[in-house]
């Protein structure tokens, strides 16, 4: 990467004011990024300036190892810049470690980010208006509307006691900062707290760490420090060149490819054009009356696409058939597809209900279960659901949410123990169910042939399929017998996910806080020893990917190492 283009500055950052026509401004001999009209400016302002100084030359050496990682360059998608590798990456390693470029409180609302900019050096300033760039879809929803009239107005009282400020806080400028914090605004939840009695709640603006694109299948993922730095990790192998990507929304895994887009387009005010949504949506599989495996949505074709076996005959005289497979034709399944969606939609529907049901208190946990079991065992749902289907993730993290919310706000009712291992067993089943989507997904050709990578695709999501209909599904056993108090299932769901090592090839930040949450509702359902089994699978990788957060990791690593007898997570659980 190379190094950012000096900005001639033409304001003081001590009285705001132009510079003289034939005289540049002096920069501070230290970070190179004030700049001031004479020694007199210089001095005044420094009881101002010094708090950041150090700062700026600290972020100065940052970018000087940046410059050995990660380069940006200009995206010909038109996008706006994008950020690539100039080595190879494995995963865990670090990719980007970079301080904010602005730090603001959030308690503060729009203030803090206007004070925080408003006191920026004119350098930082250009670099923060940089990431703005053109939303892809019209933003005048009701609540956009909102956040801009509290900003206006909140810019304009500032601007009352910061007079200095008007000509750097303009009208302009405060419109492309909202859109900014809305894409590239990170919340440090890691970030230390100055005081014990003034905890913040810190918002970052960073210029690198902004710049990699949105990817439903990413290749790094985002963590903070307790210093308010944030740092890229590879989450997979990184080859040189390659472009950086991380989701910009949570679940990515656990989205169909409709799900993902209109999270996108509300919250980021984008439609994603990445590989997979190009492809085909593998989390929405079709089950079709007369077929035994399932058909998928392709939006590069346009179309729902399938495969069938060839026999030997037909695979010899089709050279683009991988492992002996075809496209099936479907021009005449209209009906059946429309069939499938209104009962997907009718499925979804009865879920929403019982959530809302359950959160008005109109129903207990316990009738939850019940209606649940009869759902997911009923001949609607094994007609139209198929194992690899998001509808089984949505279903399980409800089971799991719910579940462990009443066992712990009802620790001594006679149910407390089962309902925690419905959350285990629901959060067991979608951690696996992660693990081999994102398998597929980073076993998906890279070449750009639509009609062959379409065919090689469905043929591996065919053979998923055929691999999650063949496994034992612990969620279904645990659901058709939860009348029953026993720990069978929850025993037999852990051997399950541990009965094999970790493939660094689908680990993700996510579903090691899966395999996490797993691991507390093991504790509190006193099942140490599964608790203990399941995070040693994890270990290496929570230390990887810094998941959970560094408090958390620590106490992984004592209750491992003392197999059991120290348990700190003990007041913490309920």
């Known amino acids: 990467m190379d190094p ?3 900005i001639q500055a033409t304001i003081c950052d001590c009285c705001g004011k132009a510079k003289h026509p034939d005289k540049d401004l002096l920069k501070c001999g230290r970070c190179r990024q004030a700049c001031y009209h004479d020694k007199v400016c210089q001095k005044k302002h420094w009881p101002t300036h010094k708090a950041i100084c150090r700062q700026l030359v600290q972020r100065a050496e940052e970018e000087a190892l940046q410059r ?3 380069q940006v360059l200009p995206d010909t998608d038109n996008k706006g810049r994008v950020l690539i590798a100039l080595k190879e990456f494995a995963p865990g390693d670090v990719v980007l470690l970079e301080s904010p470029a602005v730090l603001f409180d959030t308690r503060l609302e729009y203030r803090g980010l206007l004070q925080a900019f408003g006191s920026a050096t004119v350098h930082t300033q250009q670099r923060v208006l940089d990431l703005h760039a053109s939303p892809h879809a019209t933003i005048d929803s009701p609540a956009r509307q909102q956040c801009w009239a509290r900003l206006e107005q909140q810019r304009v009282a500032y601007l009352q006691a910061h007079p200095q400020a008007s000509t750097v806080l303009t009208q302009n400028t405060a419109e492309k900062l909202l859109a900014i914090i809305e894409t590239n605004g990170y919340n440090l939840f890691n970030a230390a707290a100055t005081t014990t009695n003034d905890p913040k709640q810190w918002m970052g603006l960073f210029v690198l760490g902004s710049m990699p694109e ?3 299948n990413p290749n790094v993922t985002l ?17 040189k060149g390659d472009r950086l ?3 910009y929304i949570e679940g990515i895994y656990e989205k169909c490819r409709e799900q993902r887009q209109a999270s996108l387009l509300e919250q980021k005010h984008f439609t994603c054009l990445c590989a997979r949504c190009f492809g085909i949506d593998e989390c929405r599989p079709l089950l079709l009356p007369g077929m035994t495996d399932p058909i998928f949505w392709n939006a590069q074709l346009h179309k729902y696409v399938g495969v069938k076996a060839l026999s030997s005959s037909e695979a010899d005289n089709d050279d683009n058939a991988p492992s002996s497979m075809t496209l099936l034709d479907l021009t005449n399944e209209d009906a059946s597809v429309a ?8 499925l979804m529907l009865k879920i929403h209900q019982l959530e809302q049901s359950m959160e008005q208190g109109k129903i207990s946990f316990q009738s939850v279960l019940t209606q649940m079991a009869s759902l997911m065992s009923s001949t609607q749902w094994k007609s139209t659901i198929h194992p690899l289907h998001w509808l089984n993730l949505s279903a399980c993290n409800f089971l799991s949410q719910a579940g462990s919310a009443t066992a712990r706000m009802q620790p001594a009712s006679d149910g407390a123990m089962r309902w925690l291992r419905v959350s285990i067993v629901a959060l067991l089943h979608n951690l696996t169910w992660v693990e081999r989507t994102v398998r597929v997904l980073r076993h998906q050709p890279t070449n750009n042939n639509g009609a062959s990578q379409t065919l090689t695709t469905a043929a591996v999501c065919h053979n998923l399929a055929q691999e999650i209909q063949n496994h034992d599904n612990p969620v279904r056993q645990i659901i058709t017998h939860i009348l029953f108090d ?23 930040a996510d579903s090691l806080l899966t395999a996490f949450f797993a691991g507390q509702d093991l504790l509190v359902a006193g099942h140490a020893d599964l608790a203990i089994m399941l995070y040693q699978r994890y270990q290496e990788w929570f230390h990887k990917l810094k998941q959970p957060n560094e408090e958390n990791r620590q106490r ?6 003392s197999r059991g007898n120290t348990n700190p997570f003990a007041n913490m659980l309920l």
């Open 4 to 6: 950012p283009p000096l």
């Open 68 to 70: 050995q990682s990660v």
């Open 214 to 216: 949105h990817s439903c």
């Open 223 to 239: 963590n903070t420090t307790r210093d308010c730095k944030i740092e890229l990790l590879a989450e997979r192998s990184i080859a």
């Open 245 to 247: 990507s991380f989701s």
């Open 339 to 346: 069939s499938f969606l209104k009962a997907e939609e009718e």
């Open 486 to 508: 026993n720990d069978v299932d929850v025993k037999r769901a852990v051997g399950i996910v541990c009965a094999q090592p970790v493939d660094e090839t689908c680990v993700t």
């Open 556 to 561: 992984i690593d004592v209750l491992i190492s």
